[in-house]
């Protein structure tokens, strides 16, 4: 059973914080803890902490419990019915790009507080706003961040690898653990917090991927393996990703121009390995970085200096002509 002390991992305070929204529809959250295999003393504590794989259970439970897709933060509950007819429904798209826009009609047809809607950010990309209207009493802020893990994590397994976000935007402030767990850190991209918006930002040539998964059964399979929401999508990563979070981690420095051989020195880990094998891993270094540098985004933390280019993939080409209507770019 879950619930040891580590110095990873999601806080009991902000597990209690997750179980809120049940707690106000008279749901004990003991019992739904316990079904989900984690130790109930874990609720409130912040020396206590549940893994990605604990929290991918505990979201699962609650919203069985409640009937509920948003975990009892809104007025009224999502369906969980009508979650899996919006499965159904975006899984017979051909693209991402094409899914995302029908989640997102699907979803403001379901709930009237979820308030999805999509805009160009600035020519670099898609940016996906989202308003949340929760209830009083409840934590908001766990909640934009677990259903932007869920966005992540869900259209990263439909395309069959990991989405490169642009970045994301946060209304609220960093949340801080005494572990020290950053639970951002998963996104693998740069983060502004007290934002005016909590939004996602893809990138254009991710909008064109096309799906990998497209039956409901692969959606089942998926939570049946036990997915661990707090590694990257897709197990390990590969010198591309290692390459962005080198260059994630200079932008973090305050160094948004590192050379080449700085980024190939921070890929070349472990022991050093003599003749050809050392030589061969220094170039594959050189030509990571050397890739990557040369389209890697600009964080929006900070001013681009170019804009990217688009795409052919477009927003208004998402939606087969018989189904687009007049309205401009995000959800009819």
């Known amino acids: 059973m879950q619930g040891p002390t580590s ?8 597990v209690q914080a997750l179980l809120q929204g049940a707690v106000r529809r008279g ?30 259970r505990l ?14 933060f809104f007025a009224n509950p999502s369906r969980l019915a009508l979650e899996a007819e919006r499965m159904i429904s975006l899984m017979s798209c051909a693209t991402f790009g094409e899914a995302l826009r029908v989640s997102i009609r699907f979803t403001n047809a379901m709930s009237s507080d979820a308030g999805p809607a999509v805009t160009e950010d600035h020519g ?9 209207h929760t209830v009083e009493g409840v934590d908001r802020q766990v909640l934009v961040w677990i259903r932007f893990l869920w966005i992540y994590h869900f259209f990263s397994w439909l395309i069959g690898r990991p ?14 653990q005494e572990n020290g ?53 897709g197990g390990g990563a590969s010198w591309r990703e290692r390459t962005q979070q080198v260059l994630l981690d200079f932008h973090k420095a305050g160094d948004w121009s590192p050379s080449l051989e700085a980024v190939a020195a921070r890929l070349r880990t472990g022991p050093r390995r003599s003749g050809a094998t050392s030589t061969a891993r220094g170039s594959a270094s050189r030509r990571s970085a050397a890739a990557c540098a040369a389209s890697w985004p600009a964080p929006i933390s900070s001013p681009a200096t170019s804009r990217s280019p688009r795409s052919a993939w477009s927003w208004d080409s998402a939606i087969p002509a018989a189904s687009r209507g007049s309205s401009p770019p995000g959800p009819g």
């Open 124 to 132: 670099t990309g898609l940016q996906h706003t989202c308003e949340y």
């Open 7 to 14: 110095p990873t991992g999601l806080d009991g305070a902000a």
């Open 163 to 176: 989405l490169a976000l642009r970045g994301l935007s946060i209304q609220g402030p960093r949340p801080v």
């Open 27 to 56: 749901k004990d959250p003991a019992e739904i803890l316990l079904k989900a295999g984690i130790d109930p003393a874990v609720y409130g504590r912040p020396a206590r902490t549940i893994d990605g794989k604990a929290l991918v």
């Open 59 to 72: 979201v699962r439970q609650t919203q069985f419990a409640l009937d509920d897709v948003f975990l009892g």
């Open 181 to 233: 767990f950053d639970r951002f850190a998963v996104f693998r991209c740069p983060v502004r917090f007290d934002a005016e918006v909590d939004s996602l930002s893809y990138d254009w040539n991710d909008l064109s991927a096309p799906l990998a998964h497209n039956a409901l059964g692969d959606y089942e399979a998926y939570y049946a393996g036990e997915p661990d929401w707090f590694e990257a999508p």
